[in-house]
């Protein structure tokens, strides 16, 4: 999500991009703006197997450079210089907008151009059906073992077994309310769809949003057969659209940048709505009585992944990346930076050293049950979890995310 200059800048920058595309993080702000993803993306090869990929046994000598496509900010000269210093692998990036700019770039020249990508769960499983990206060797990837369990291997970077990503950073999507305003305290979505607080609700201005509607009544409608947020026959996808049409009549205000949240909630015109944790330590930091909480319908959430070009030129030093930025004190620096969390559970000590009590402030230190409750983001397919062919792609989320707004 992201765009920058200086490091403050590109803080707010990529958290204003993010949001649409994991349109959600760090900076993620005008990423809203620009991950819509296309229909053709989503018309993945469904048909891939892991038995077309070849993945390195070993990492040799640097070939000297290392070409990357990568949100705002994530190759900053804090830990680039360094790594360039210590591997000899000069390091060239290109800050992609969007989820879907990332998946062209990845596609440019033949796929040859760029090394390695840090791309996001709603772009991974399109550049791993289109043959984009290589599978990747854990065993060469010392930090995997020390990674929060539910992010070594997650579906939105590993197919049958395979692994075609490295988990970076991530955050959770929550339920943010101002205590004043809200009382008692929220413990379930069914808040940002009740009329007691009509006038008073913002949420995201994205498809994927479609997810946490659908997370939430896979519980309060369990009749519907609600599985996996991600994967939605047209009936359920229609009862979702529907409690969201009759959520957009209760709505302040939909938010696009992740400053646009914070602005209505620090100025009062919203008391309560969907937002990550770096709102919620920017309110505070600010004054702001506010709290969160994941609701006991679970919640959704967003993780970024290093991934390997199929045709990477340079994957002796694409690997030594990836090794050198899932170290712990690179995550916590990350993390700090764009208001993320490190997939690395080592970074937790970091990141109270760089700054007291922001381990527990972005819930790096969370204990397991924590991401049992998360549904991280995934592009939506035609294909179920199930094999059946019934579920809706991404276009038809894009097309119902437009007929809720109307």
Same mark, same amino acid.
């Given at each position: 999500?992201?765009?920058?200059? !200086?490091?403050?800048?590109?803080?707010?920058?990529?958290?204003? =991009?993010?949001?649409?595309?994991?349109?959600? /993080?760090?900076?993620?702000?005008?990423?809203?703006?620009?991950?819509?993803?296309?229909?053709?993306?989503?018309?993945?090869?469904?048909?891939?197997?892991?038995?077309?990929?070849?993945?390195?046994?070993?990492? &040799?000598?640097?070939?000297?450079? @290392?070409?990357?496509?990568?949100?705002? &900010?994530?190759?900053?000269?804090? #830990?680039?210089?360094?790594?360039? $210093?210590?591997?000899?692998?000069?390091? +060239?990036?290109?800050?992609?907008?969007?989820?879907?700019?990332? =998946?062209?770039?990845?596609?440019?020249?033949?796929?040859?151009?760029?090394?390695?990508?840090?791309?996001?769960?709603?772009?991974?499983?399109?550049?791993?059906?289109?043959?984009?990206?290589?599978?990747?060797?854990?065993?060469?990837?010392?930090?995997?073992?020390?990674?929060? /369990?539910?992010?070594?291997?997650?579906?939105?970077?590993?197919?049958?077994?395979? +692994? %075609?990503?490295?988990? %970076?950073?991530?955050?959770?999507?929550?339920?943010?309310?101002?205590?004043?305003?809200?009382?008692?305290?929220?413990?379930?979505? *069914?808040?940002?769809?009740?009329?007691?607080?009509?006038?008073?609700?913002? =949420?995201?201005?994205?498809?994927?949003?479609?997810?946490?509607?659908?997370?939430?009544?896979?519980?309060?409608?369990?009749?519907?057969?609600?599985?996996?947020?991600?994967?939605?026959?047209?009936?359920?996808?229609?009862?979702?659209?529907?409690?969201?049409?009759?959520?957009?009549?209760?709505?302040?205000? %939909?938010?696009?940048?992740?400053?646009?949240?914070?602005?209505?909630?620090?100025?009062?015109?919203?008391?309560? &709505?969907?937002?990550?944790?770096?709102?919620?330590?920017?309110?505070?930091?600010? &004054?702001?009585?506010?709290?969160?909480?994941?609701?006991?319908?679970?919640?959704?959430?967003?993780?970024?992944? #290093?991934?390997?070009?199929?045709?990477?030129?340079?994957?002796?030093?694409?690997?030594?990346?990836?090794?050198?930025?899932?170290?712990?004190?690179? $995550?916590? $620096?990350?993390? @700090? *930076?764009?208001?993320?969390?490190?997939?690395?559970? !080592?970074?937790?000590?970091?990141?109270?050293?760089?700054?007291?009590?922001?381990?527990?402030?972005?819930?790096?230190?969370?204990?397991?049950?924590?991401?049992?409750?998360?549904?991280?983001?995934?592009? /939506?397919?035609?294909?179920?979890?199930?094999?059946?062919?019934?579920?809706?792609?991404?276009?038809? #989320?894009?097309?119902?995310?437009?007929?809720?707004?109307?």
């Amino acid at each position: 999500m992201p765009c920058r200059g !200086k490091p403050e800048m590109h803080r707010n920058i990529r958290r204003e =991009v993010r949001l649409v595309g994991r349109a959600a /993080p760090p900076d993620p702000r005008r990423k809203f703006a620009c991950t819509h993803i296309r229909a053709t993306a989503v018309a993945l090869s469904l048909a891939f197997t892991a038995a077309n990929a070849q993945e390195m046994t070993a990492i &040799g000598p640097g070939e000297g450079a @290392l070409n990357i496509v990568a949100w705002e &900010g994530y190759a900053q000269d804090d #830990w680039a210089k360094p790594f360039e $210093q210590q591997t000899g692998c000069k390091l +060239h990036h290109k800050y992609a907008g969007s989820s879907d700019e990332m =998946v062209a770039l990845m596609r440019q020249g033949g796929g040859g151009l760029y090394d390695v990508v840090s791309a996001s769960g709603d772009a991974s499983l399109r550049l791993i059906f289109g043959h984009n990206v290589a599978p990747i060797n854990i065993s060469l990837i010392p930090a995997w073992k020390d990674f929060v /369990p539910d992010l070594q291997s997650p579906p939105f970077n590993t197919v049958k077994g395979v +692994h %075609y990503g490295v988990s %970076y950073e991530w955050g959770p999507n929550v339920l943010l309310w101002n205590t004043d305003k809200i009382k008692p305290p929220p413990d379930s979505w *069914s808040a940002i769809y009740d009329q007691a607080n009509a006038g008073q609700i913002t =949420v995201p201005d994205n498809a994927i949003q479609i997810a946490d509607a659908a997370l939430y009544l896979s519980k309060a409608k369990p009749q519907l057969g609600i599985t996996d947020p991600f994967e939605l026959t047209q009936q359920q996808m229609d009862a979702v659209v529907a409690l969201l049409q009759q959520q957009k009549t209760l709505l302040k205000k %939909y938010w696009s940048l992740a400053s646009d949240a914070v602005d209505l909630f620090r100025n009062g015109d919203a008391a309560i &709505g969907a937002a990550w944790p770096y709102m919620t330590n920017t309110l505070r930091d600010a &004054g702001a009585h506010v709290a969160e909480t994941i609701p006991r319908e679970g919640a959704t959430g967003w993780a970024d992944s #290093w991934m390997l070009s199929a045709h990477a030129q340079h994957p002796n030093c694409a690997y030594m990346w990836i090794n050198f930025v899932t170290t712990p004190h690179v $995550q916590a $620096q990350q993390a @700090l *930076s764009f208001g993320e969390t490190p997939a690395n559970t !080592k970074a937790c000590a970091e990141m109270d050293k760089l700054s007291a009590g922001s381990c527990a402030k972005y819930h790096a230190d969370a204990p397991a049950d924590y991401f049992k409750r998360i549904s991280f983001w995934k592009t /939506p397919v035609r294909q179920c979890g199930n094999g059946e062919n019934t579920c809706l792609d991404y276009s038809a #989320w894009q097309q119902a995310w437009q007929l809720v707004k109307g």
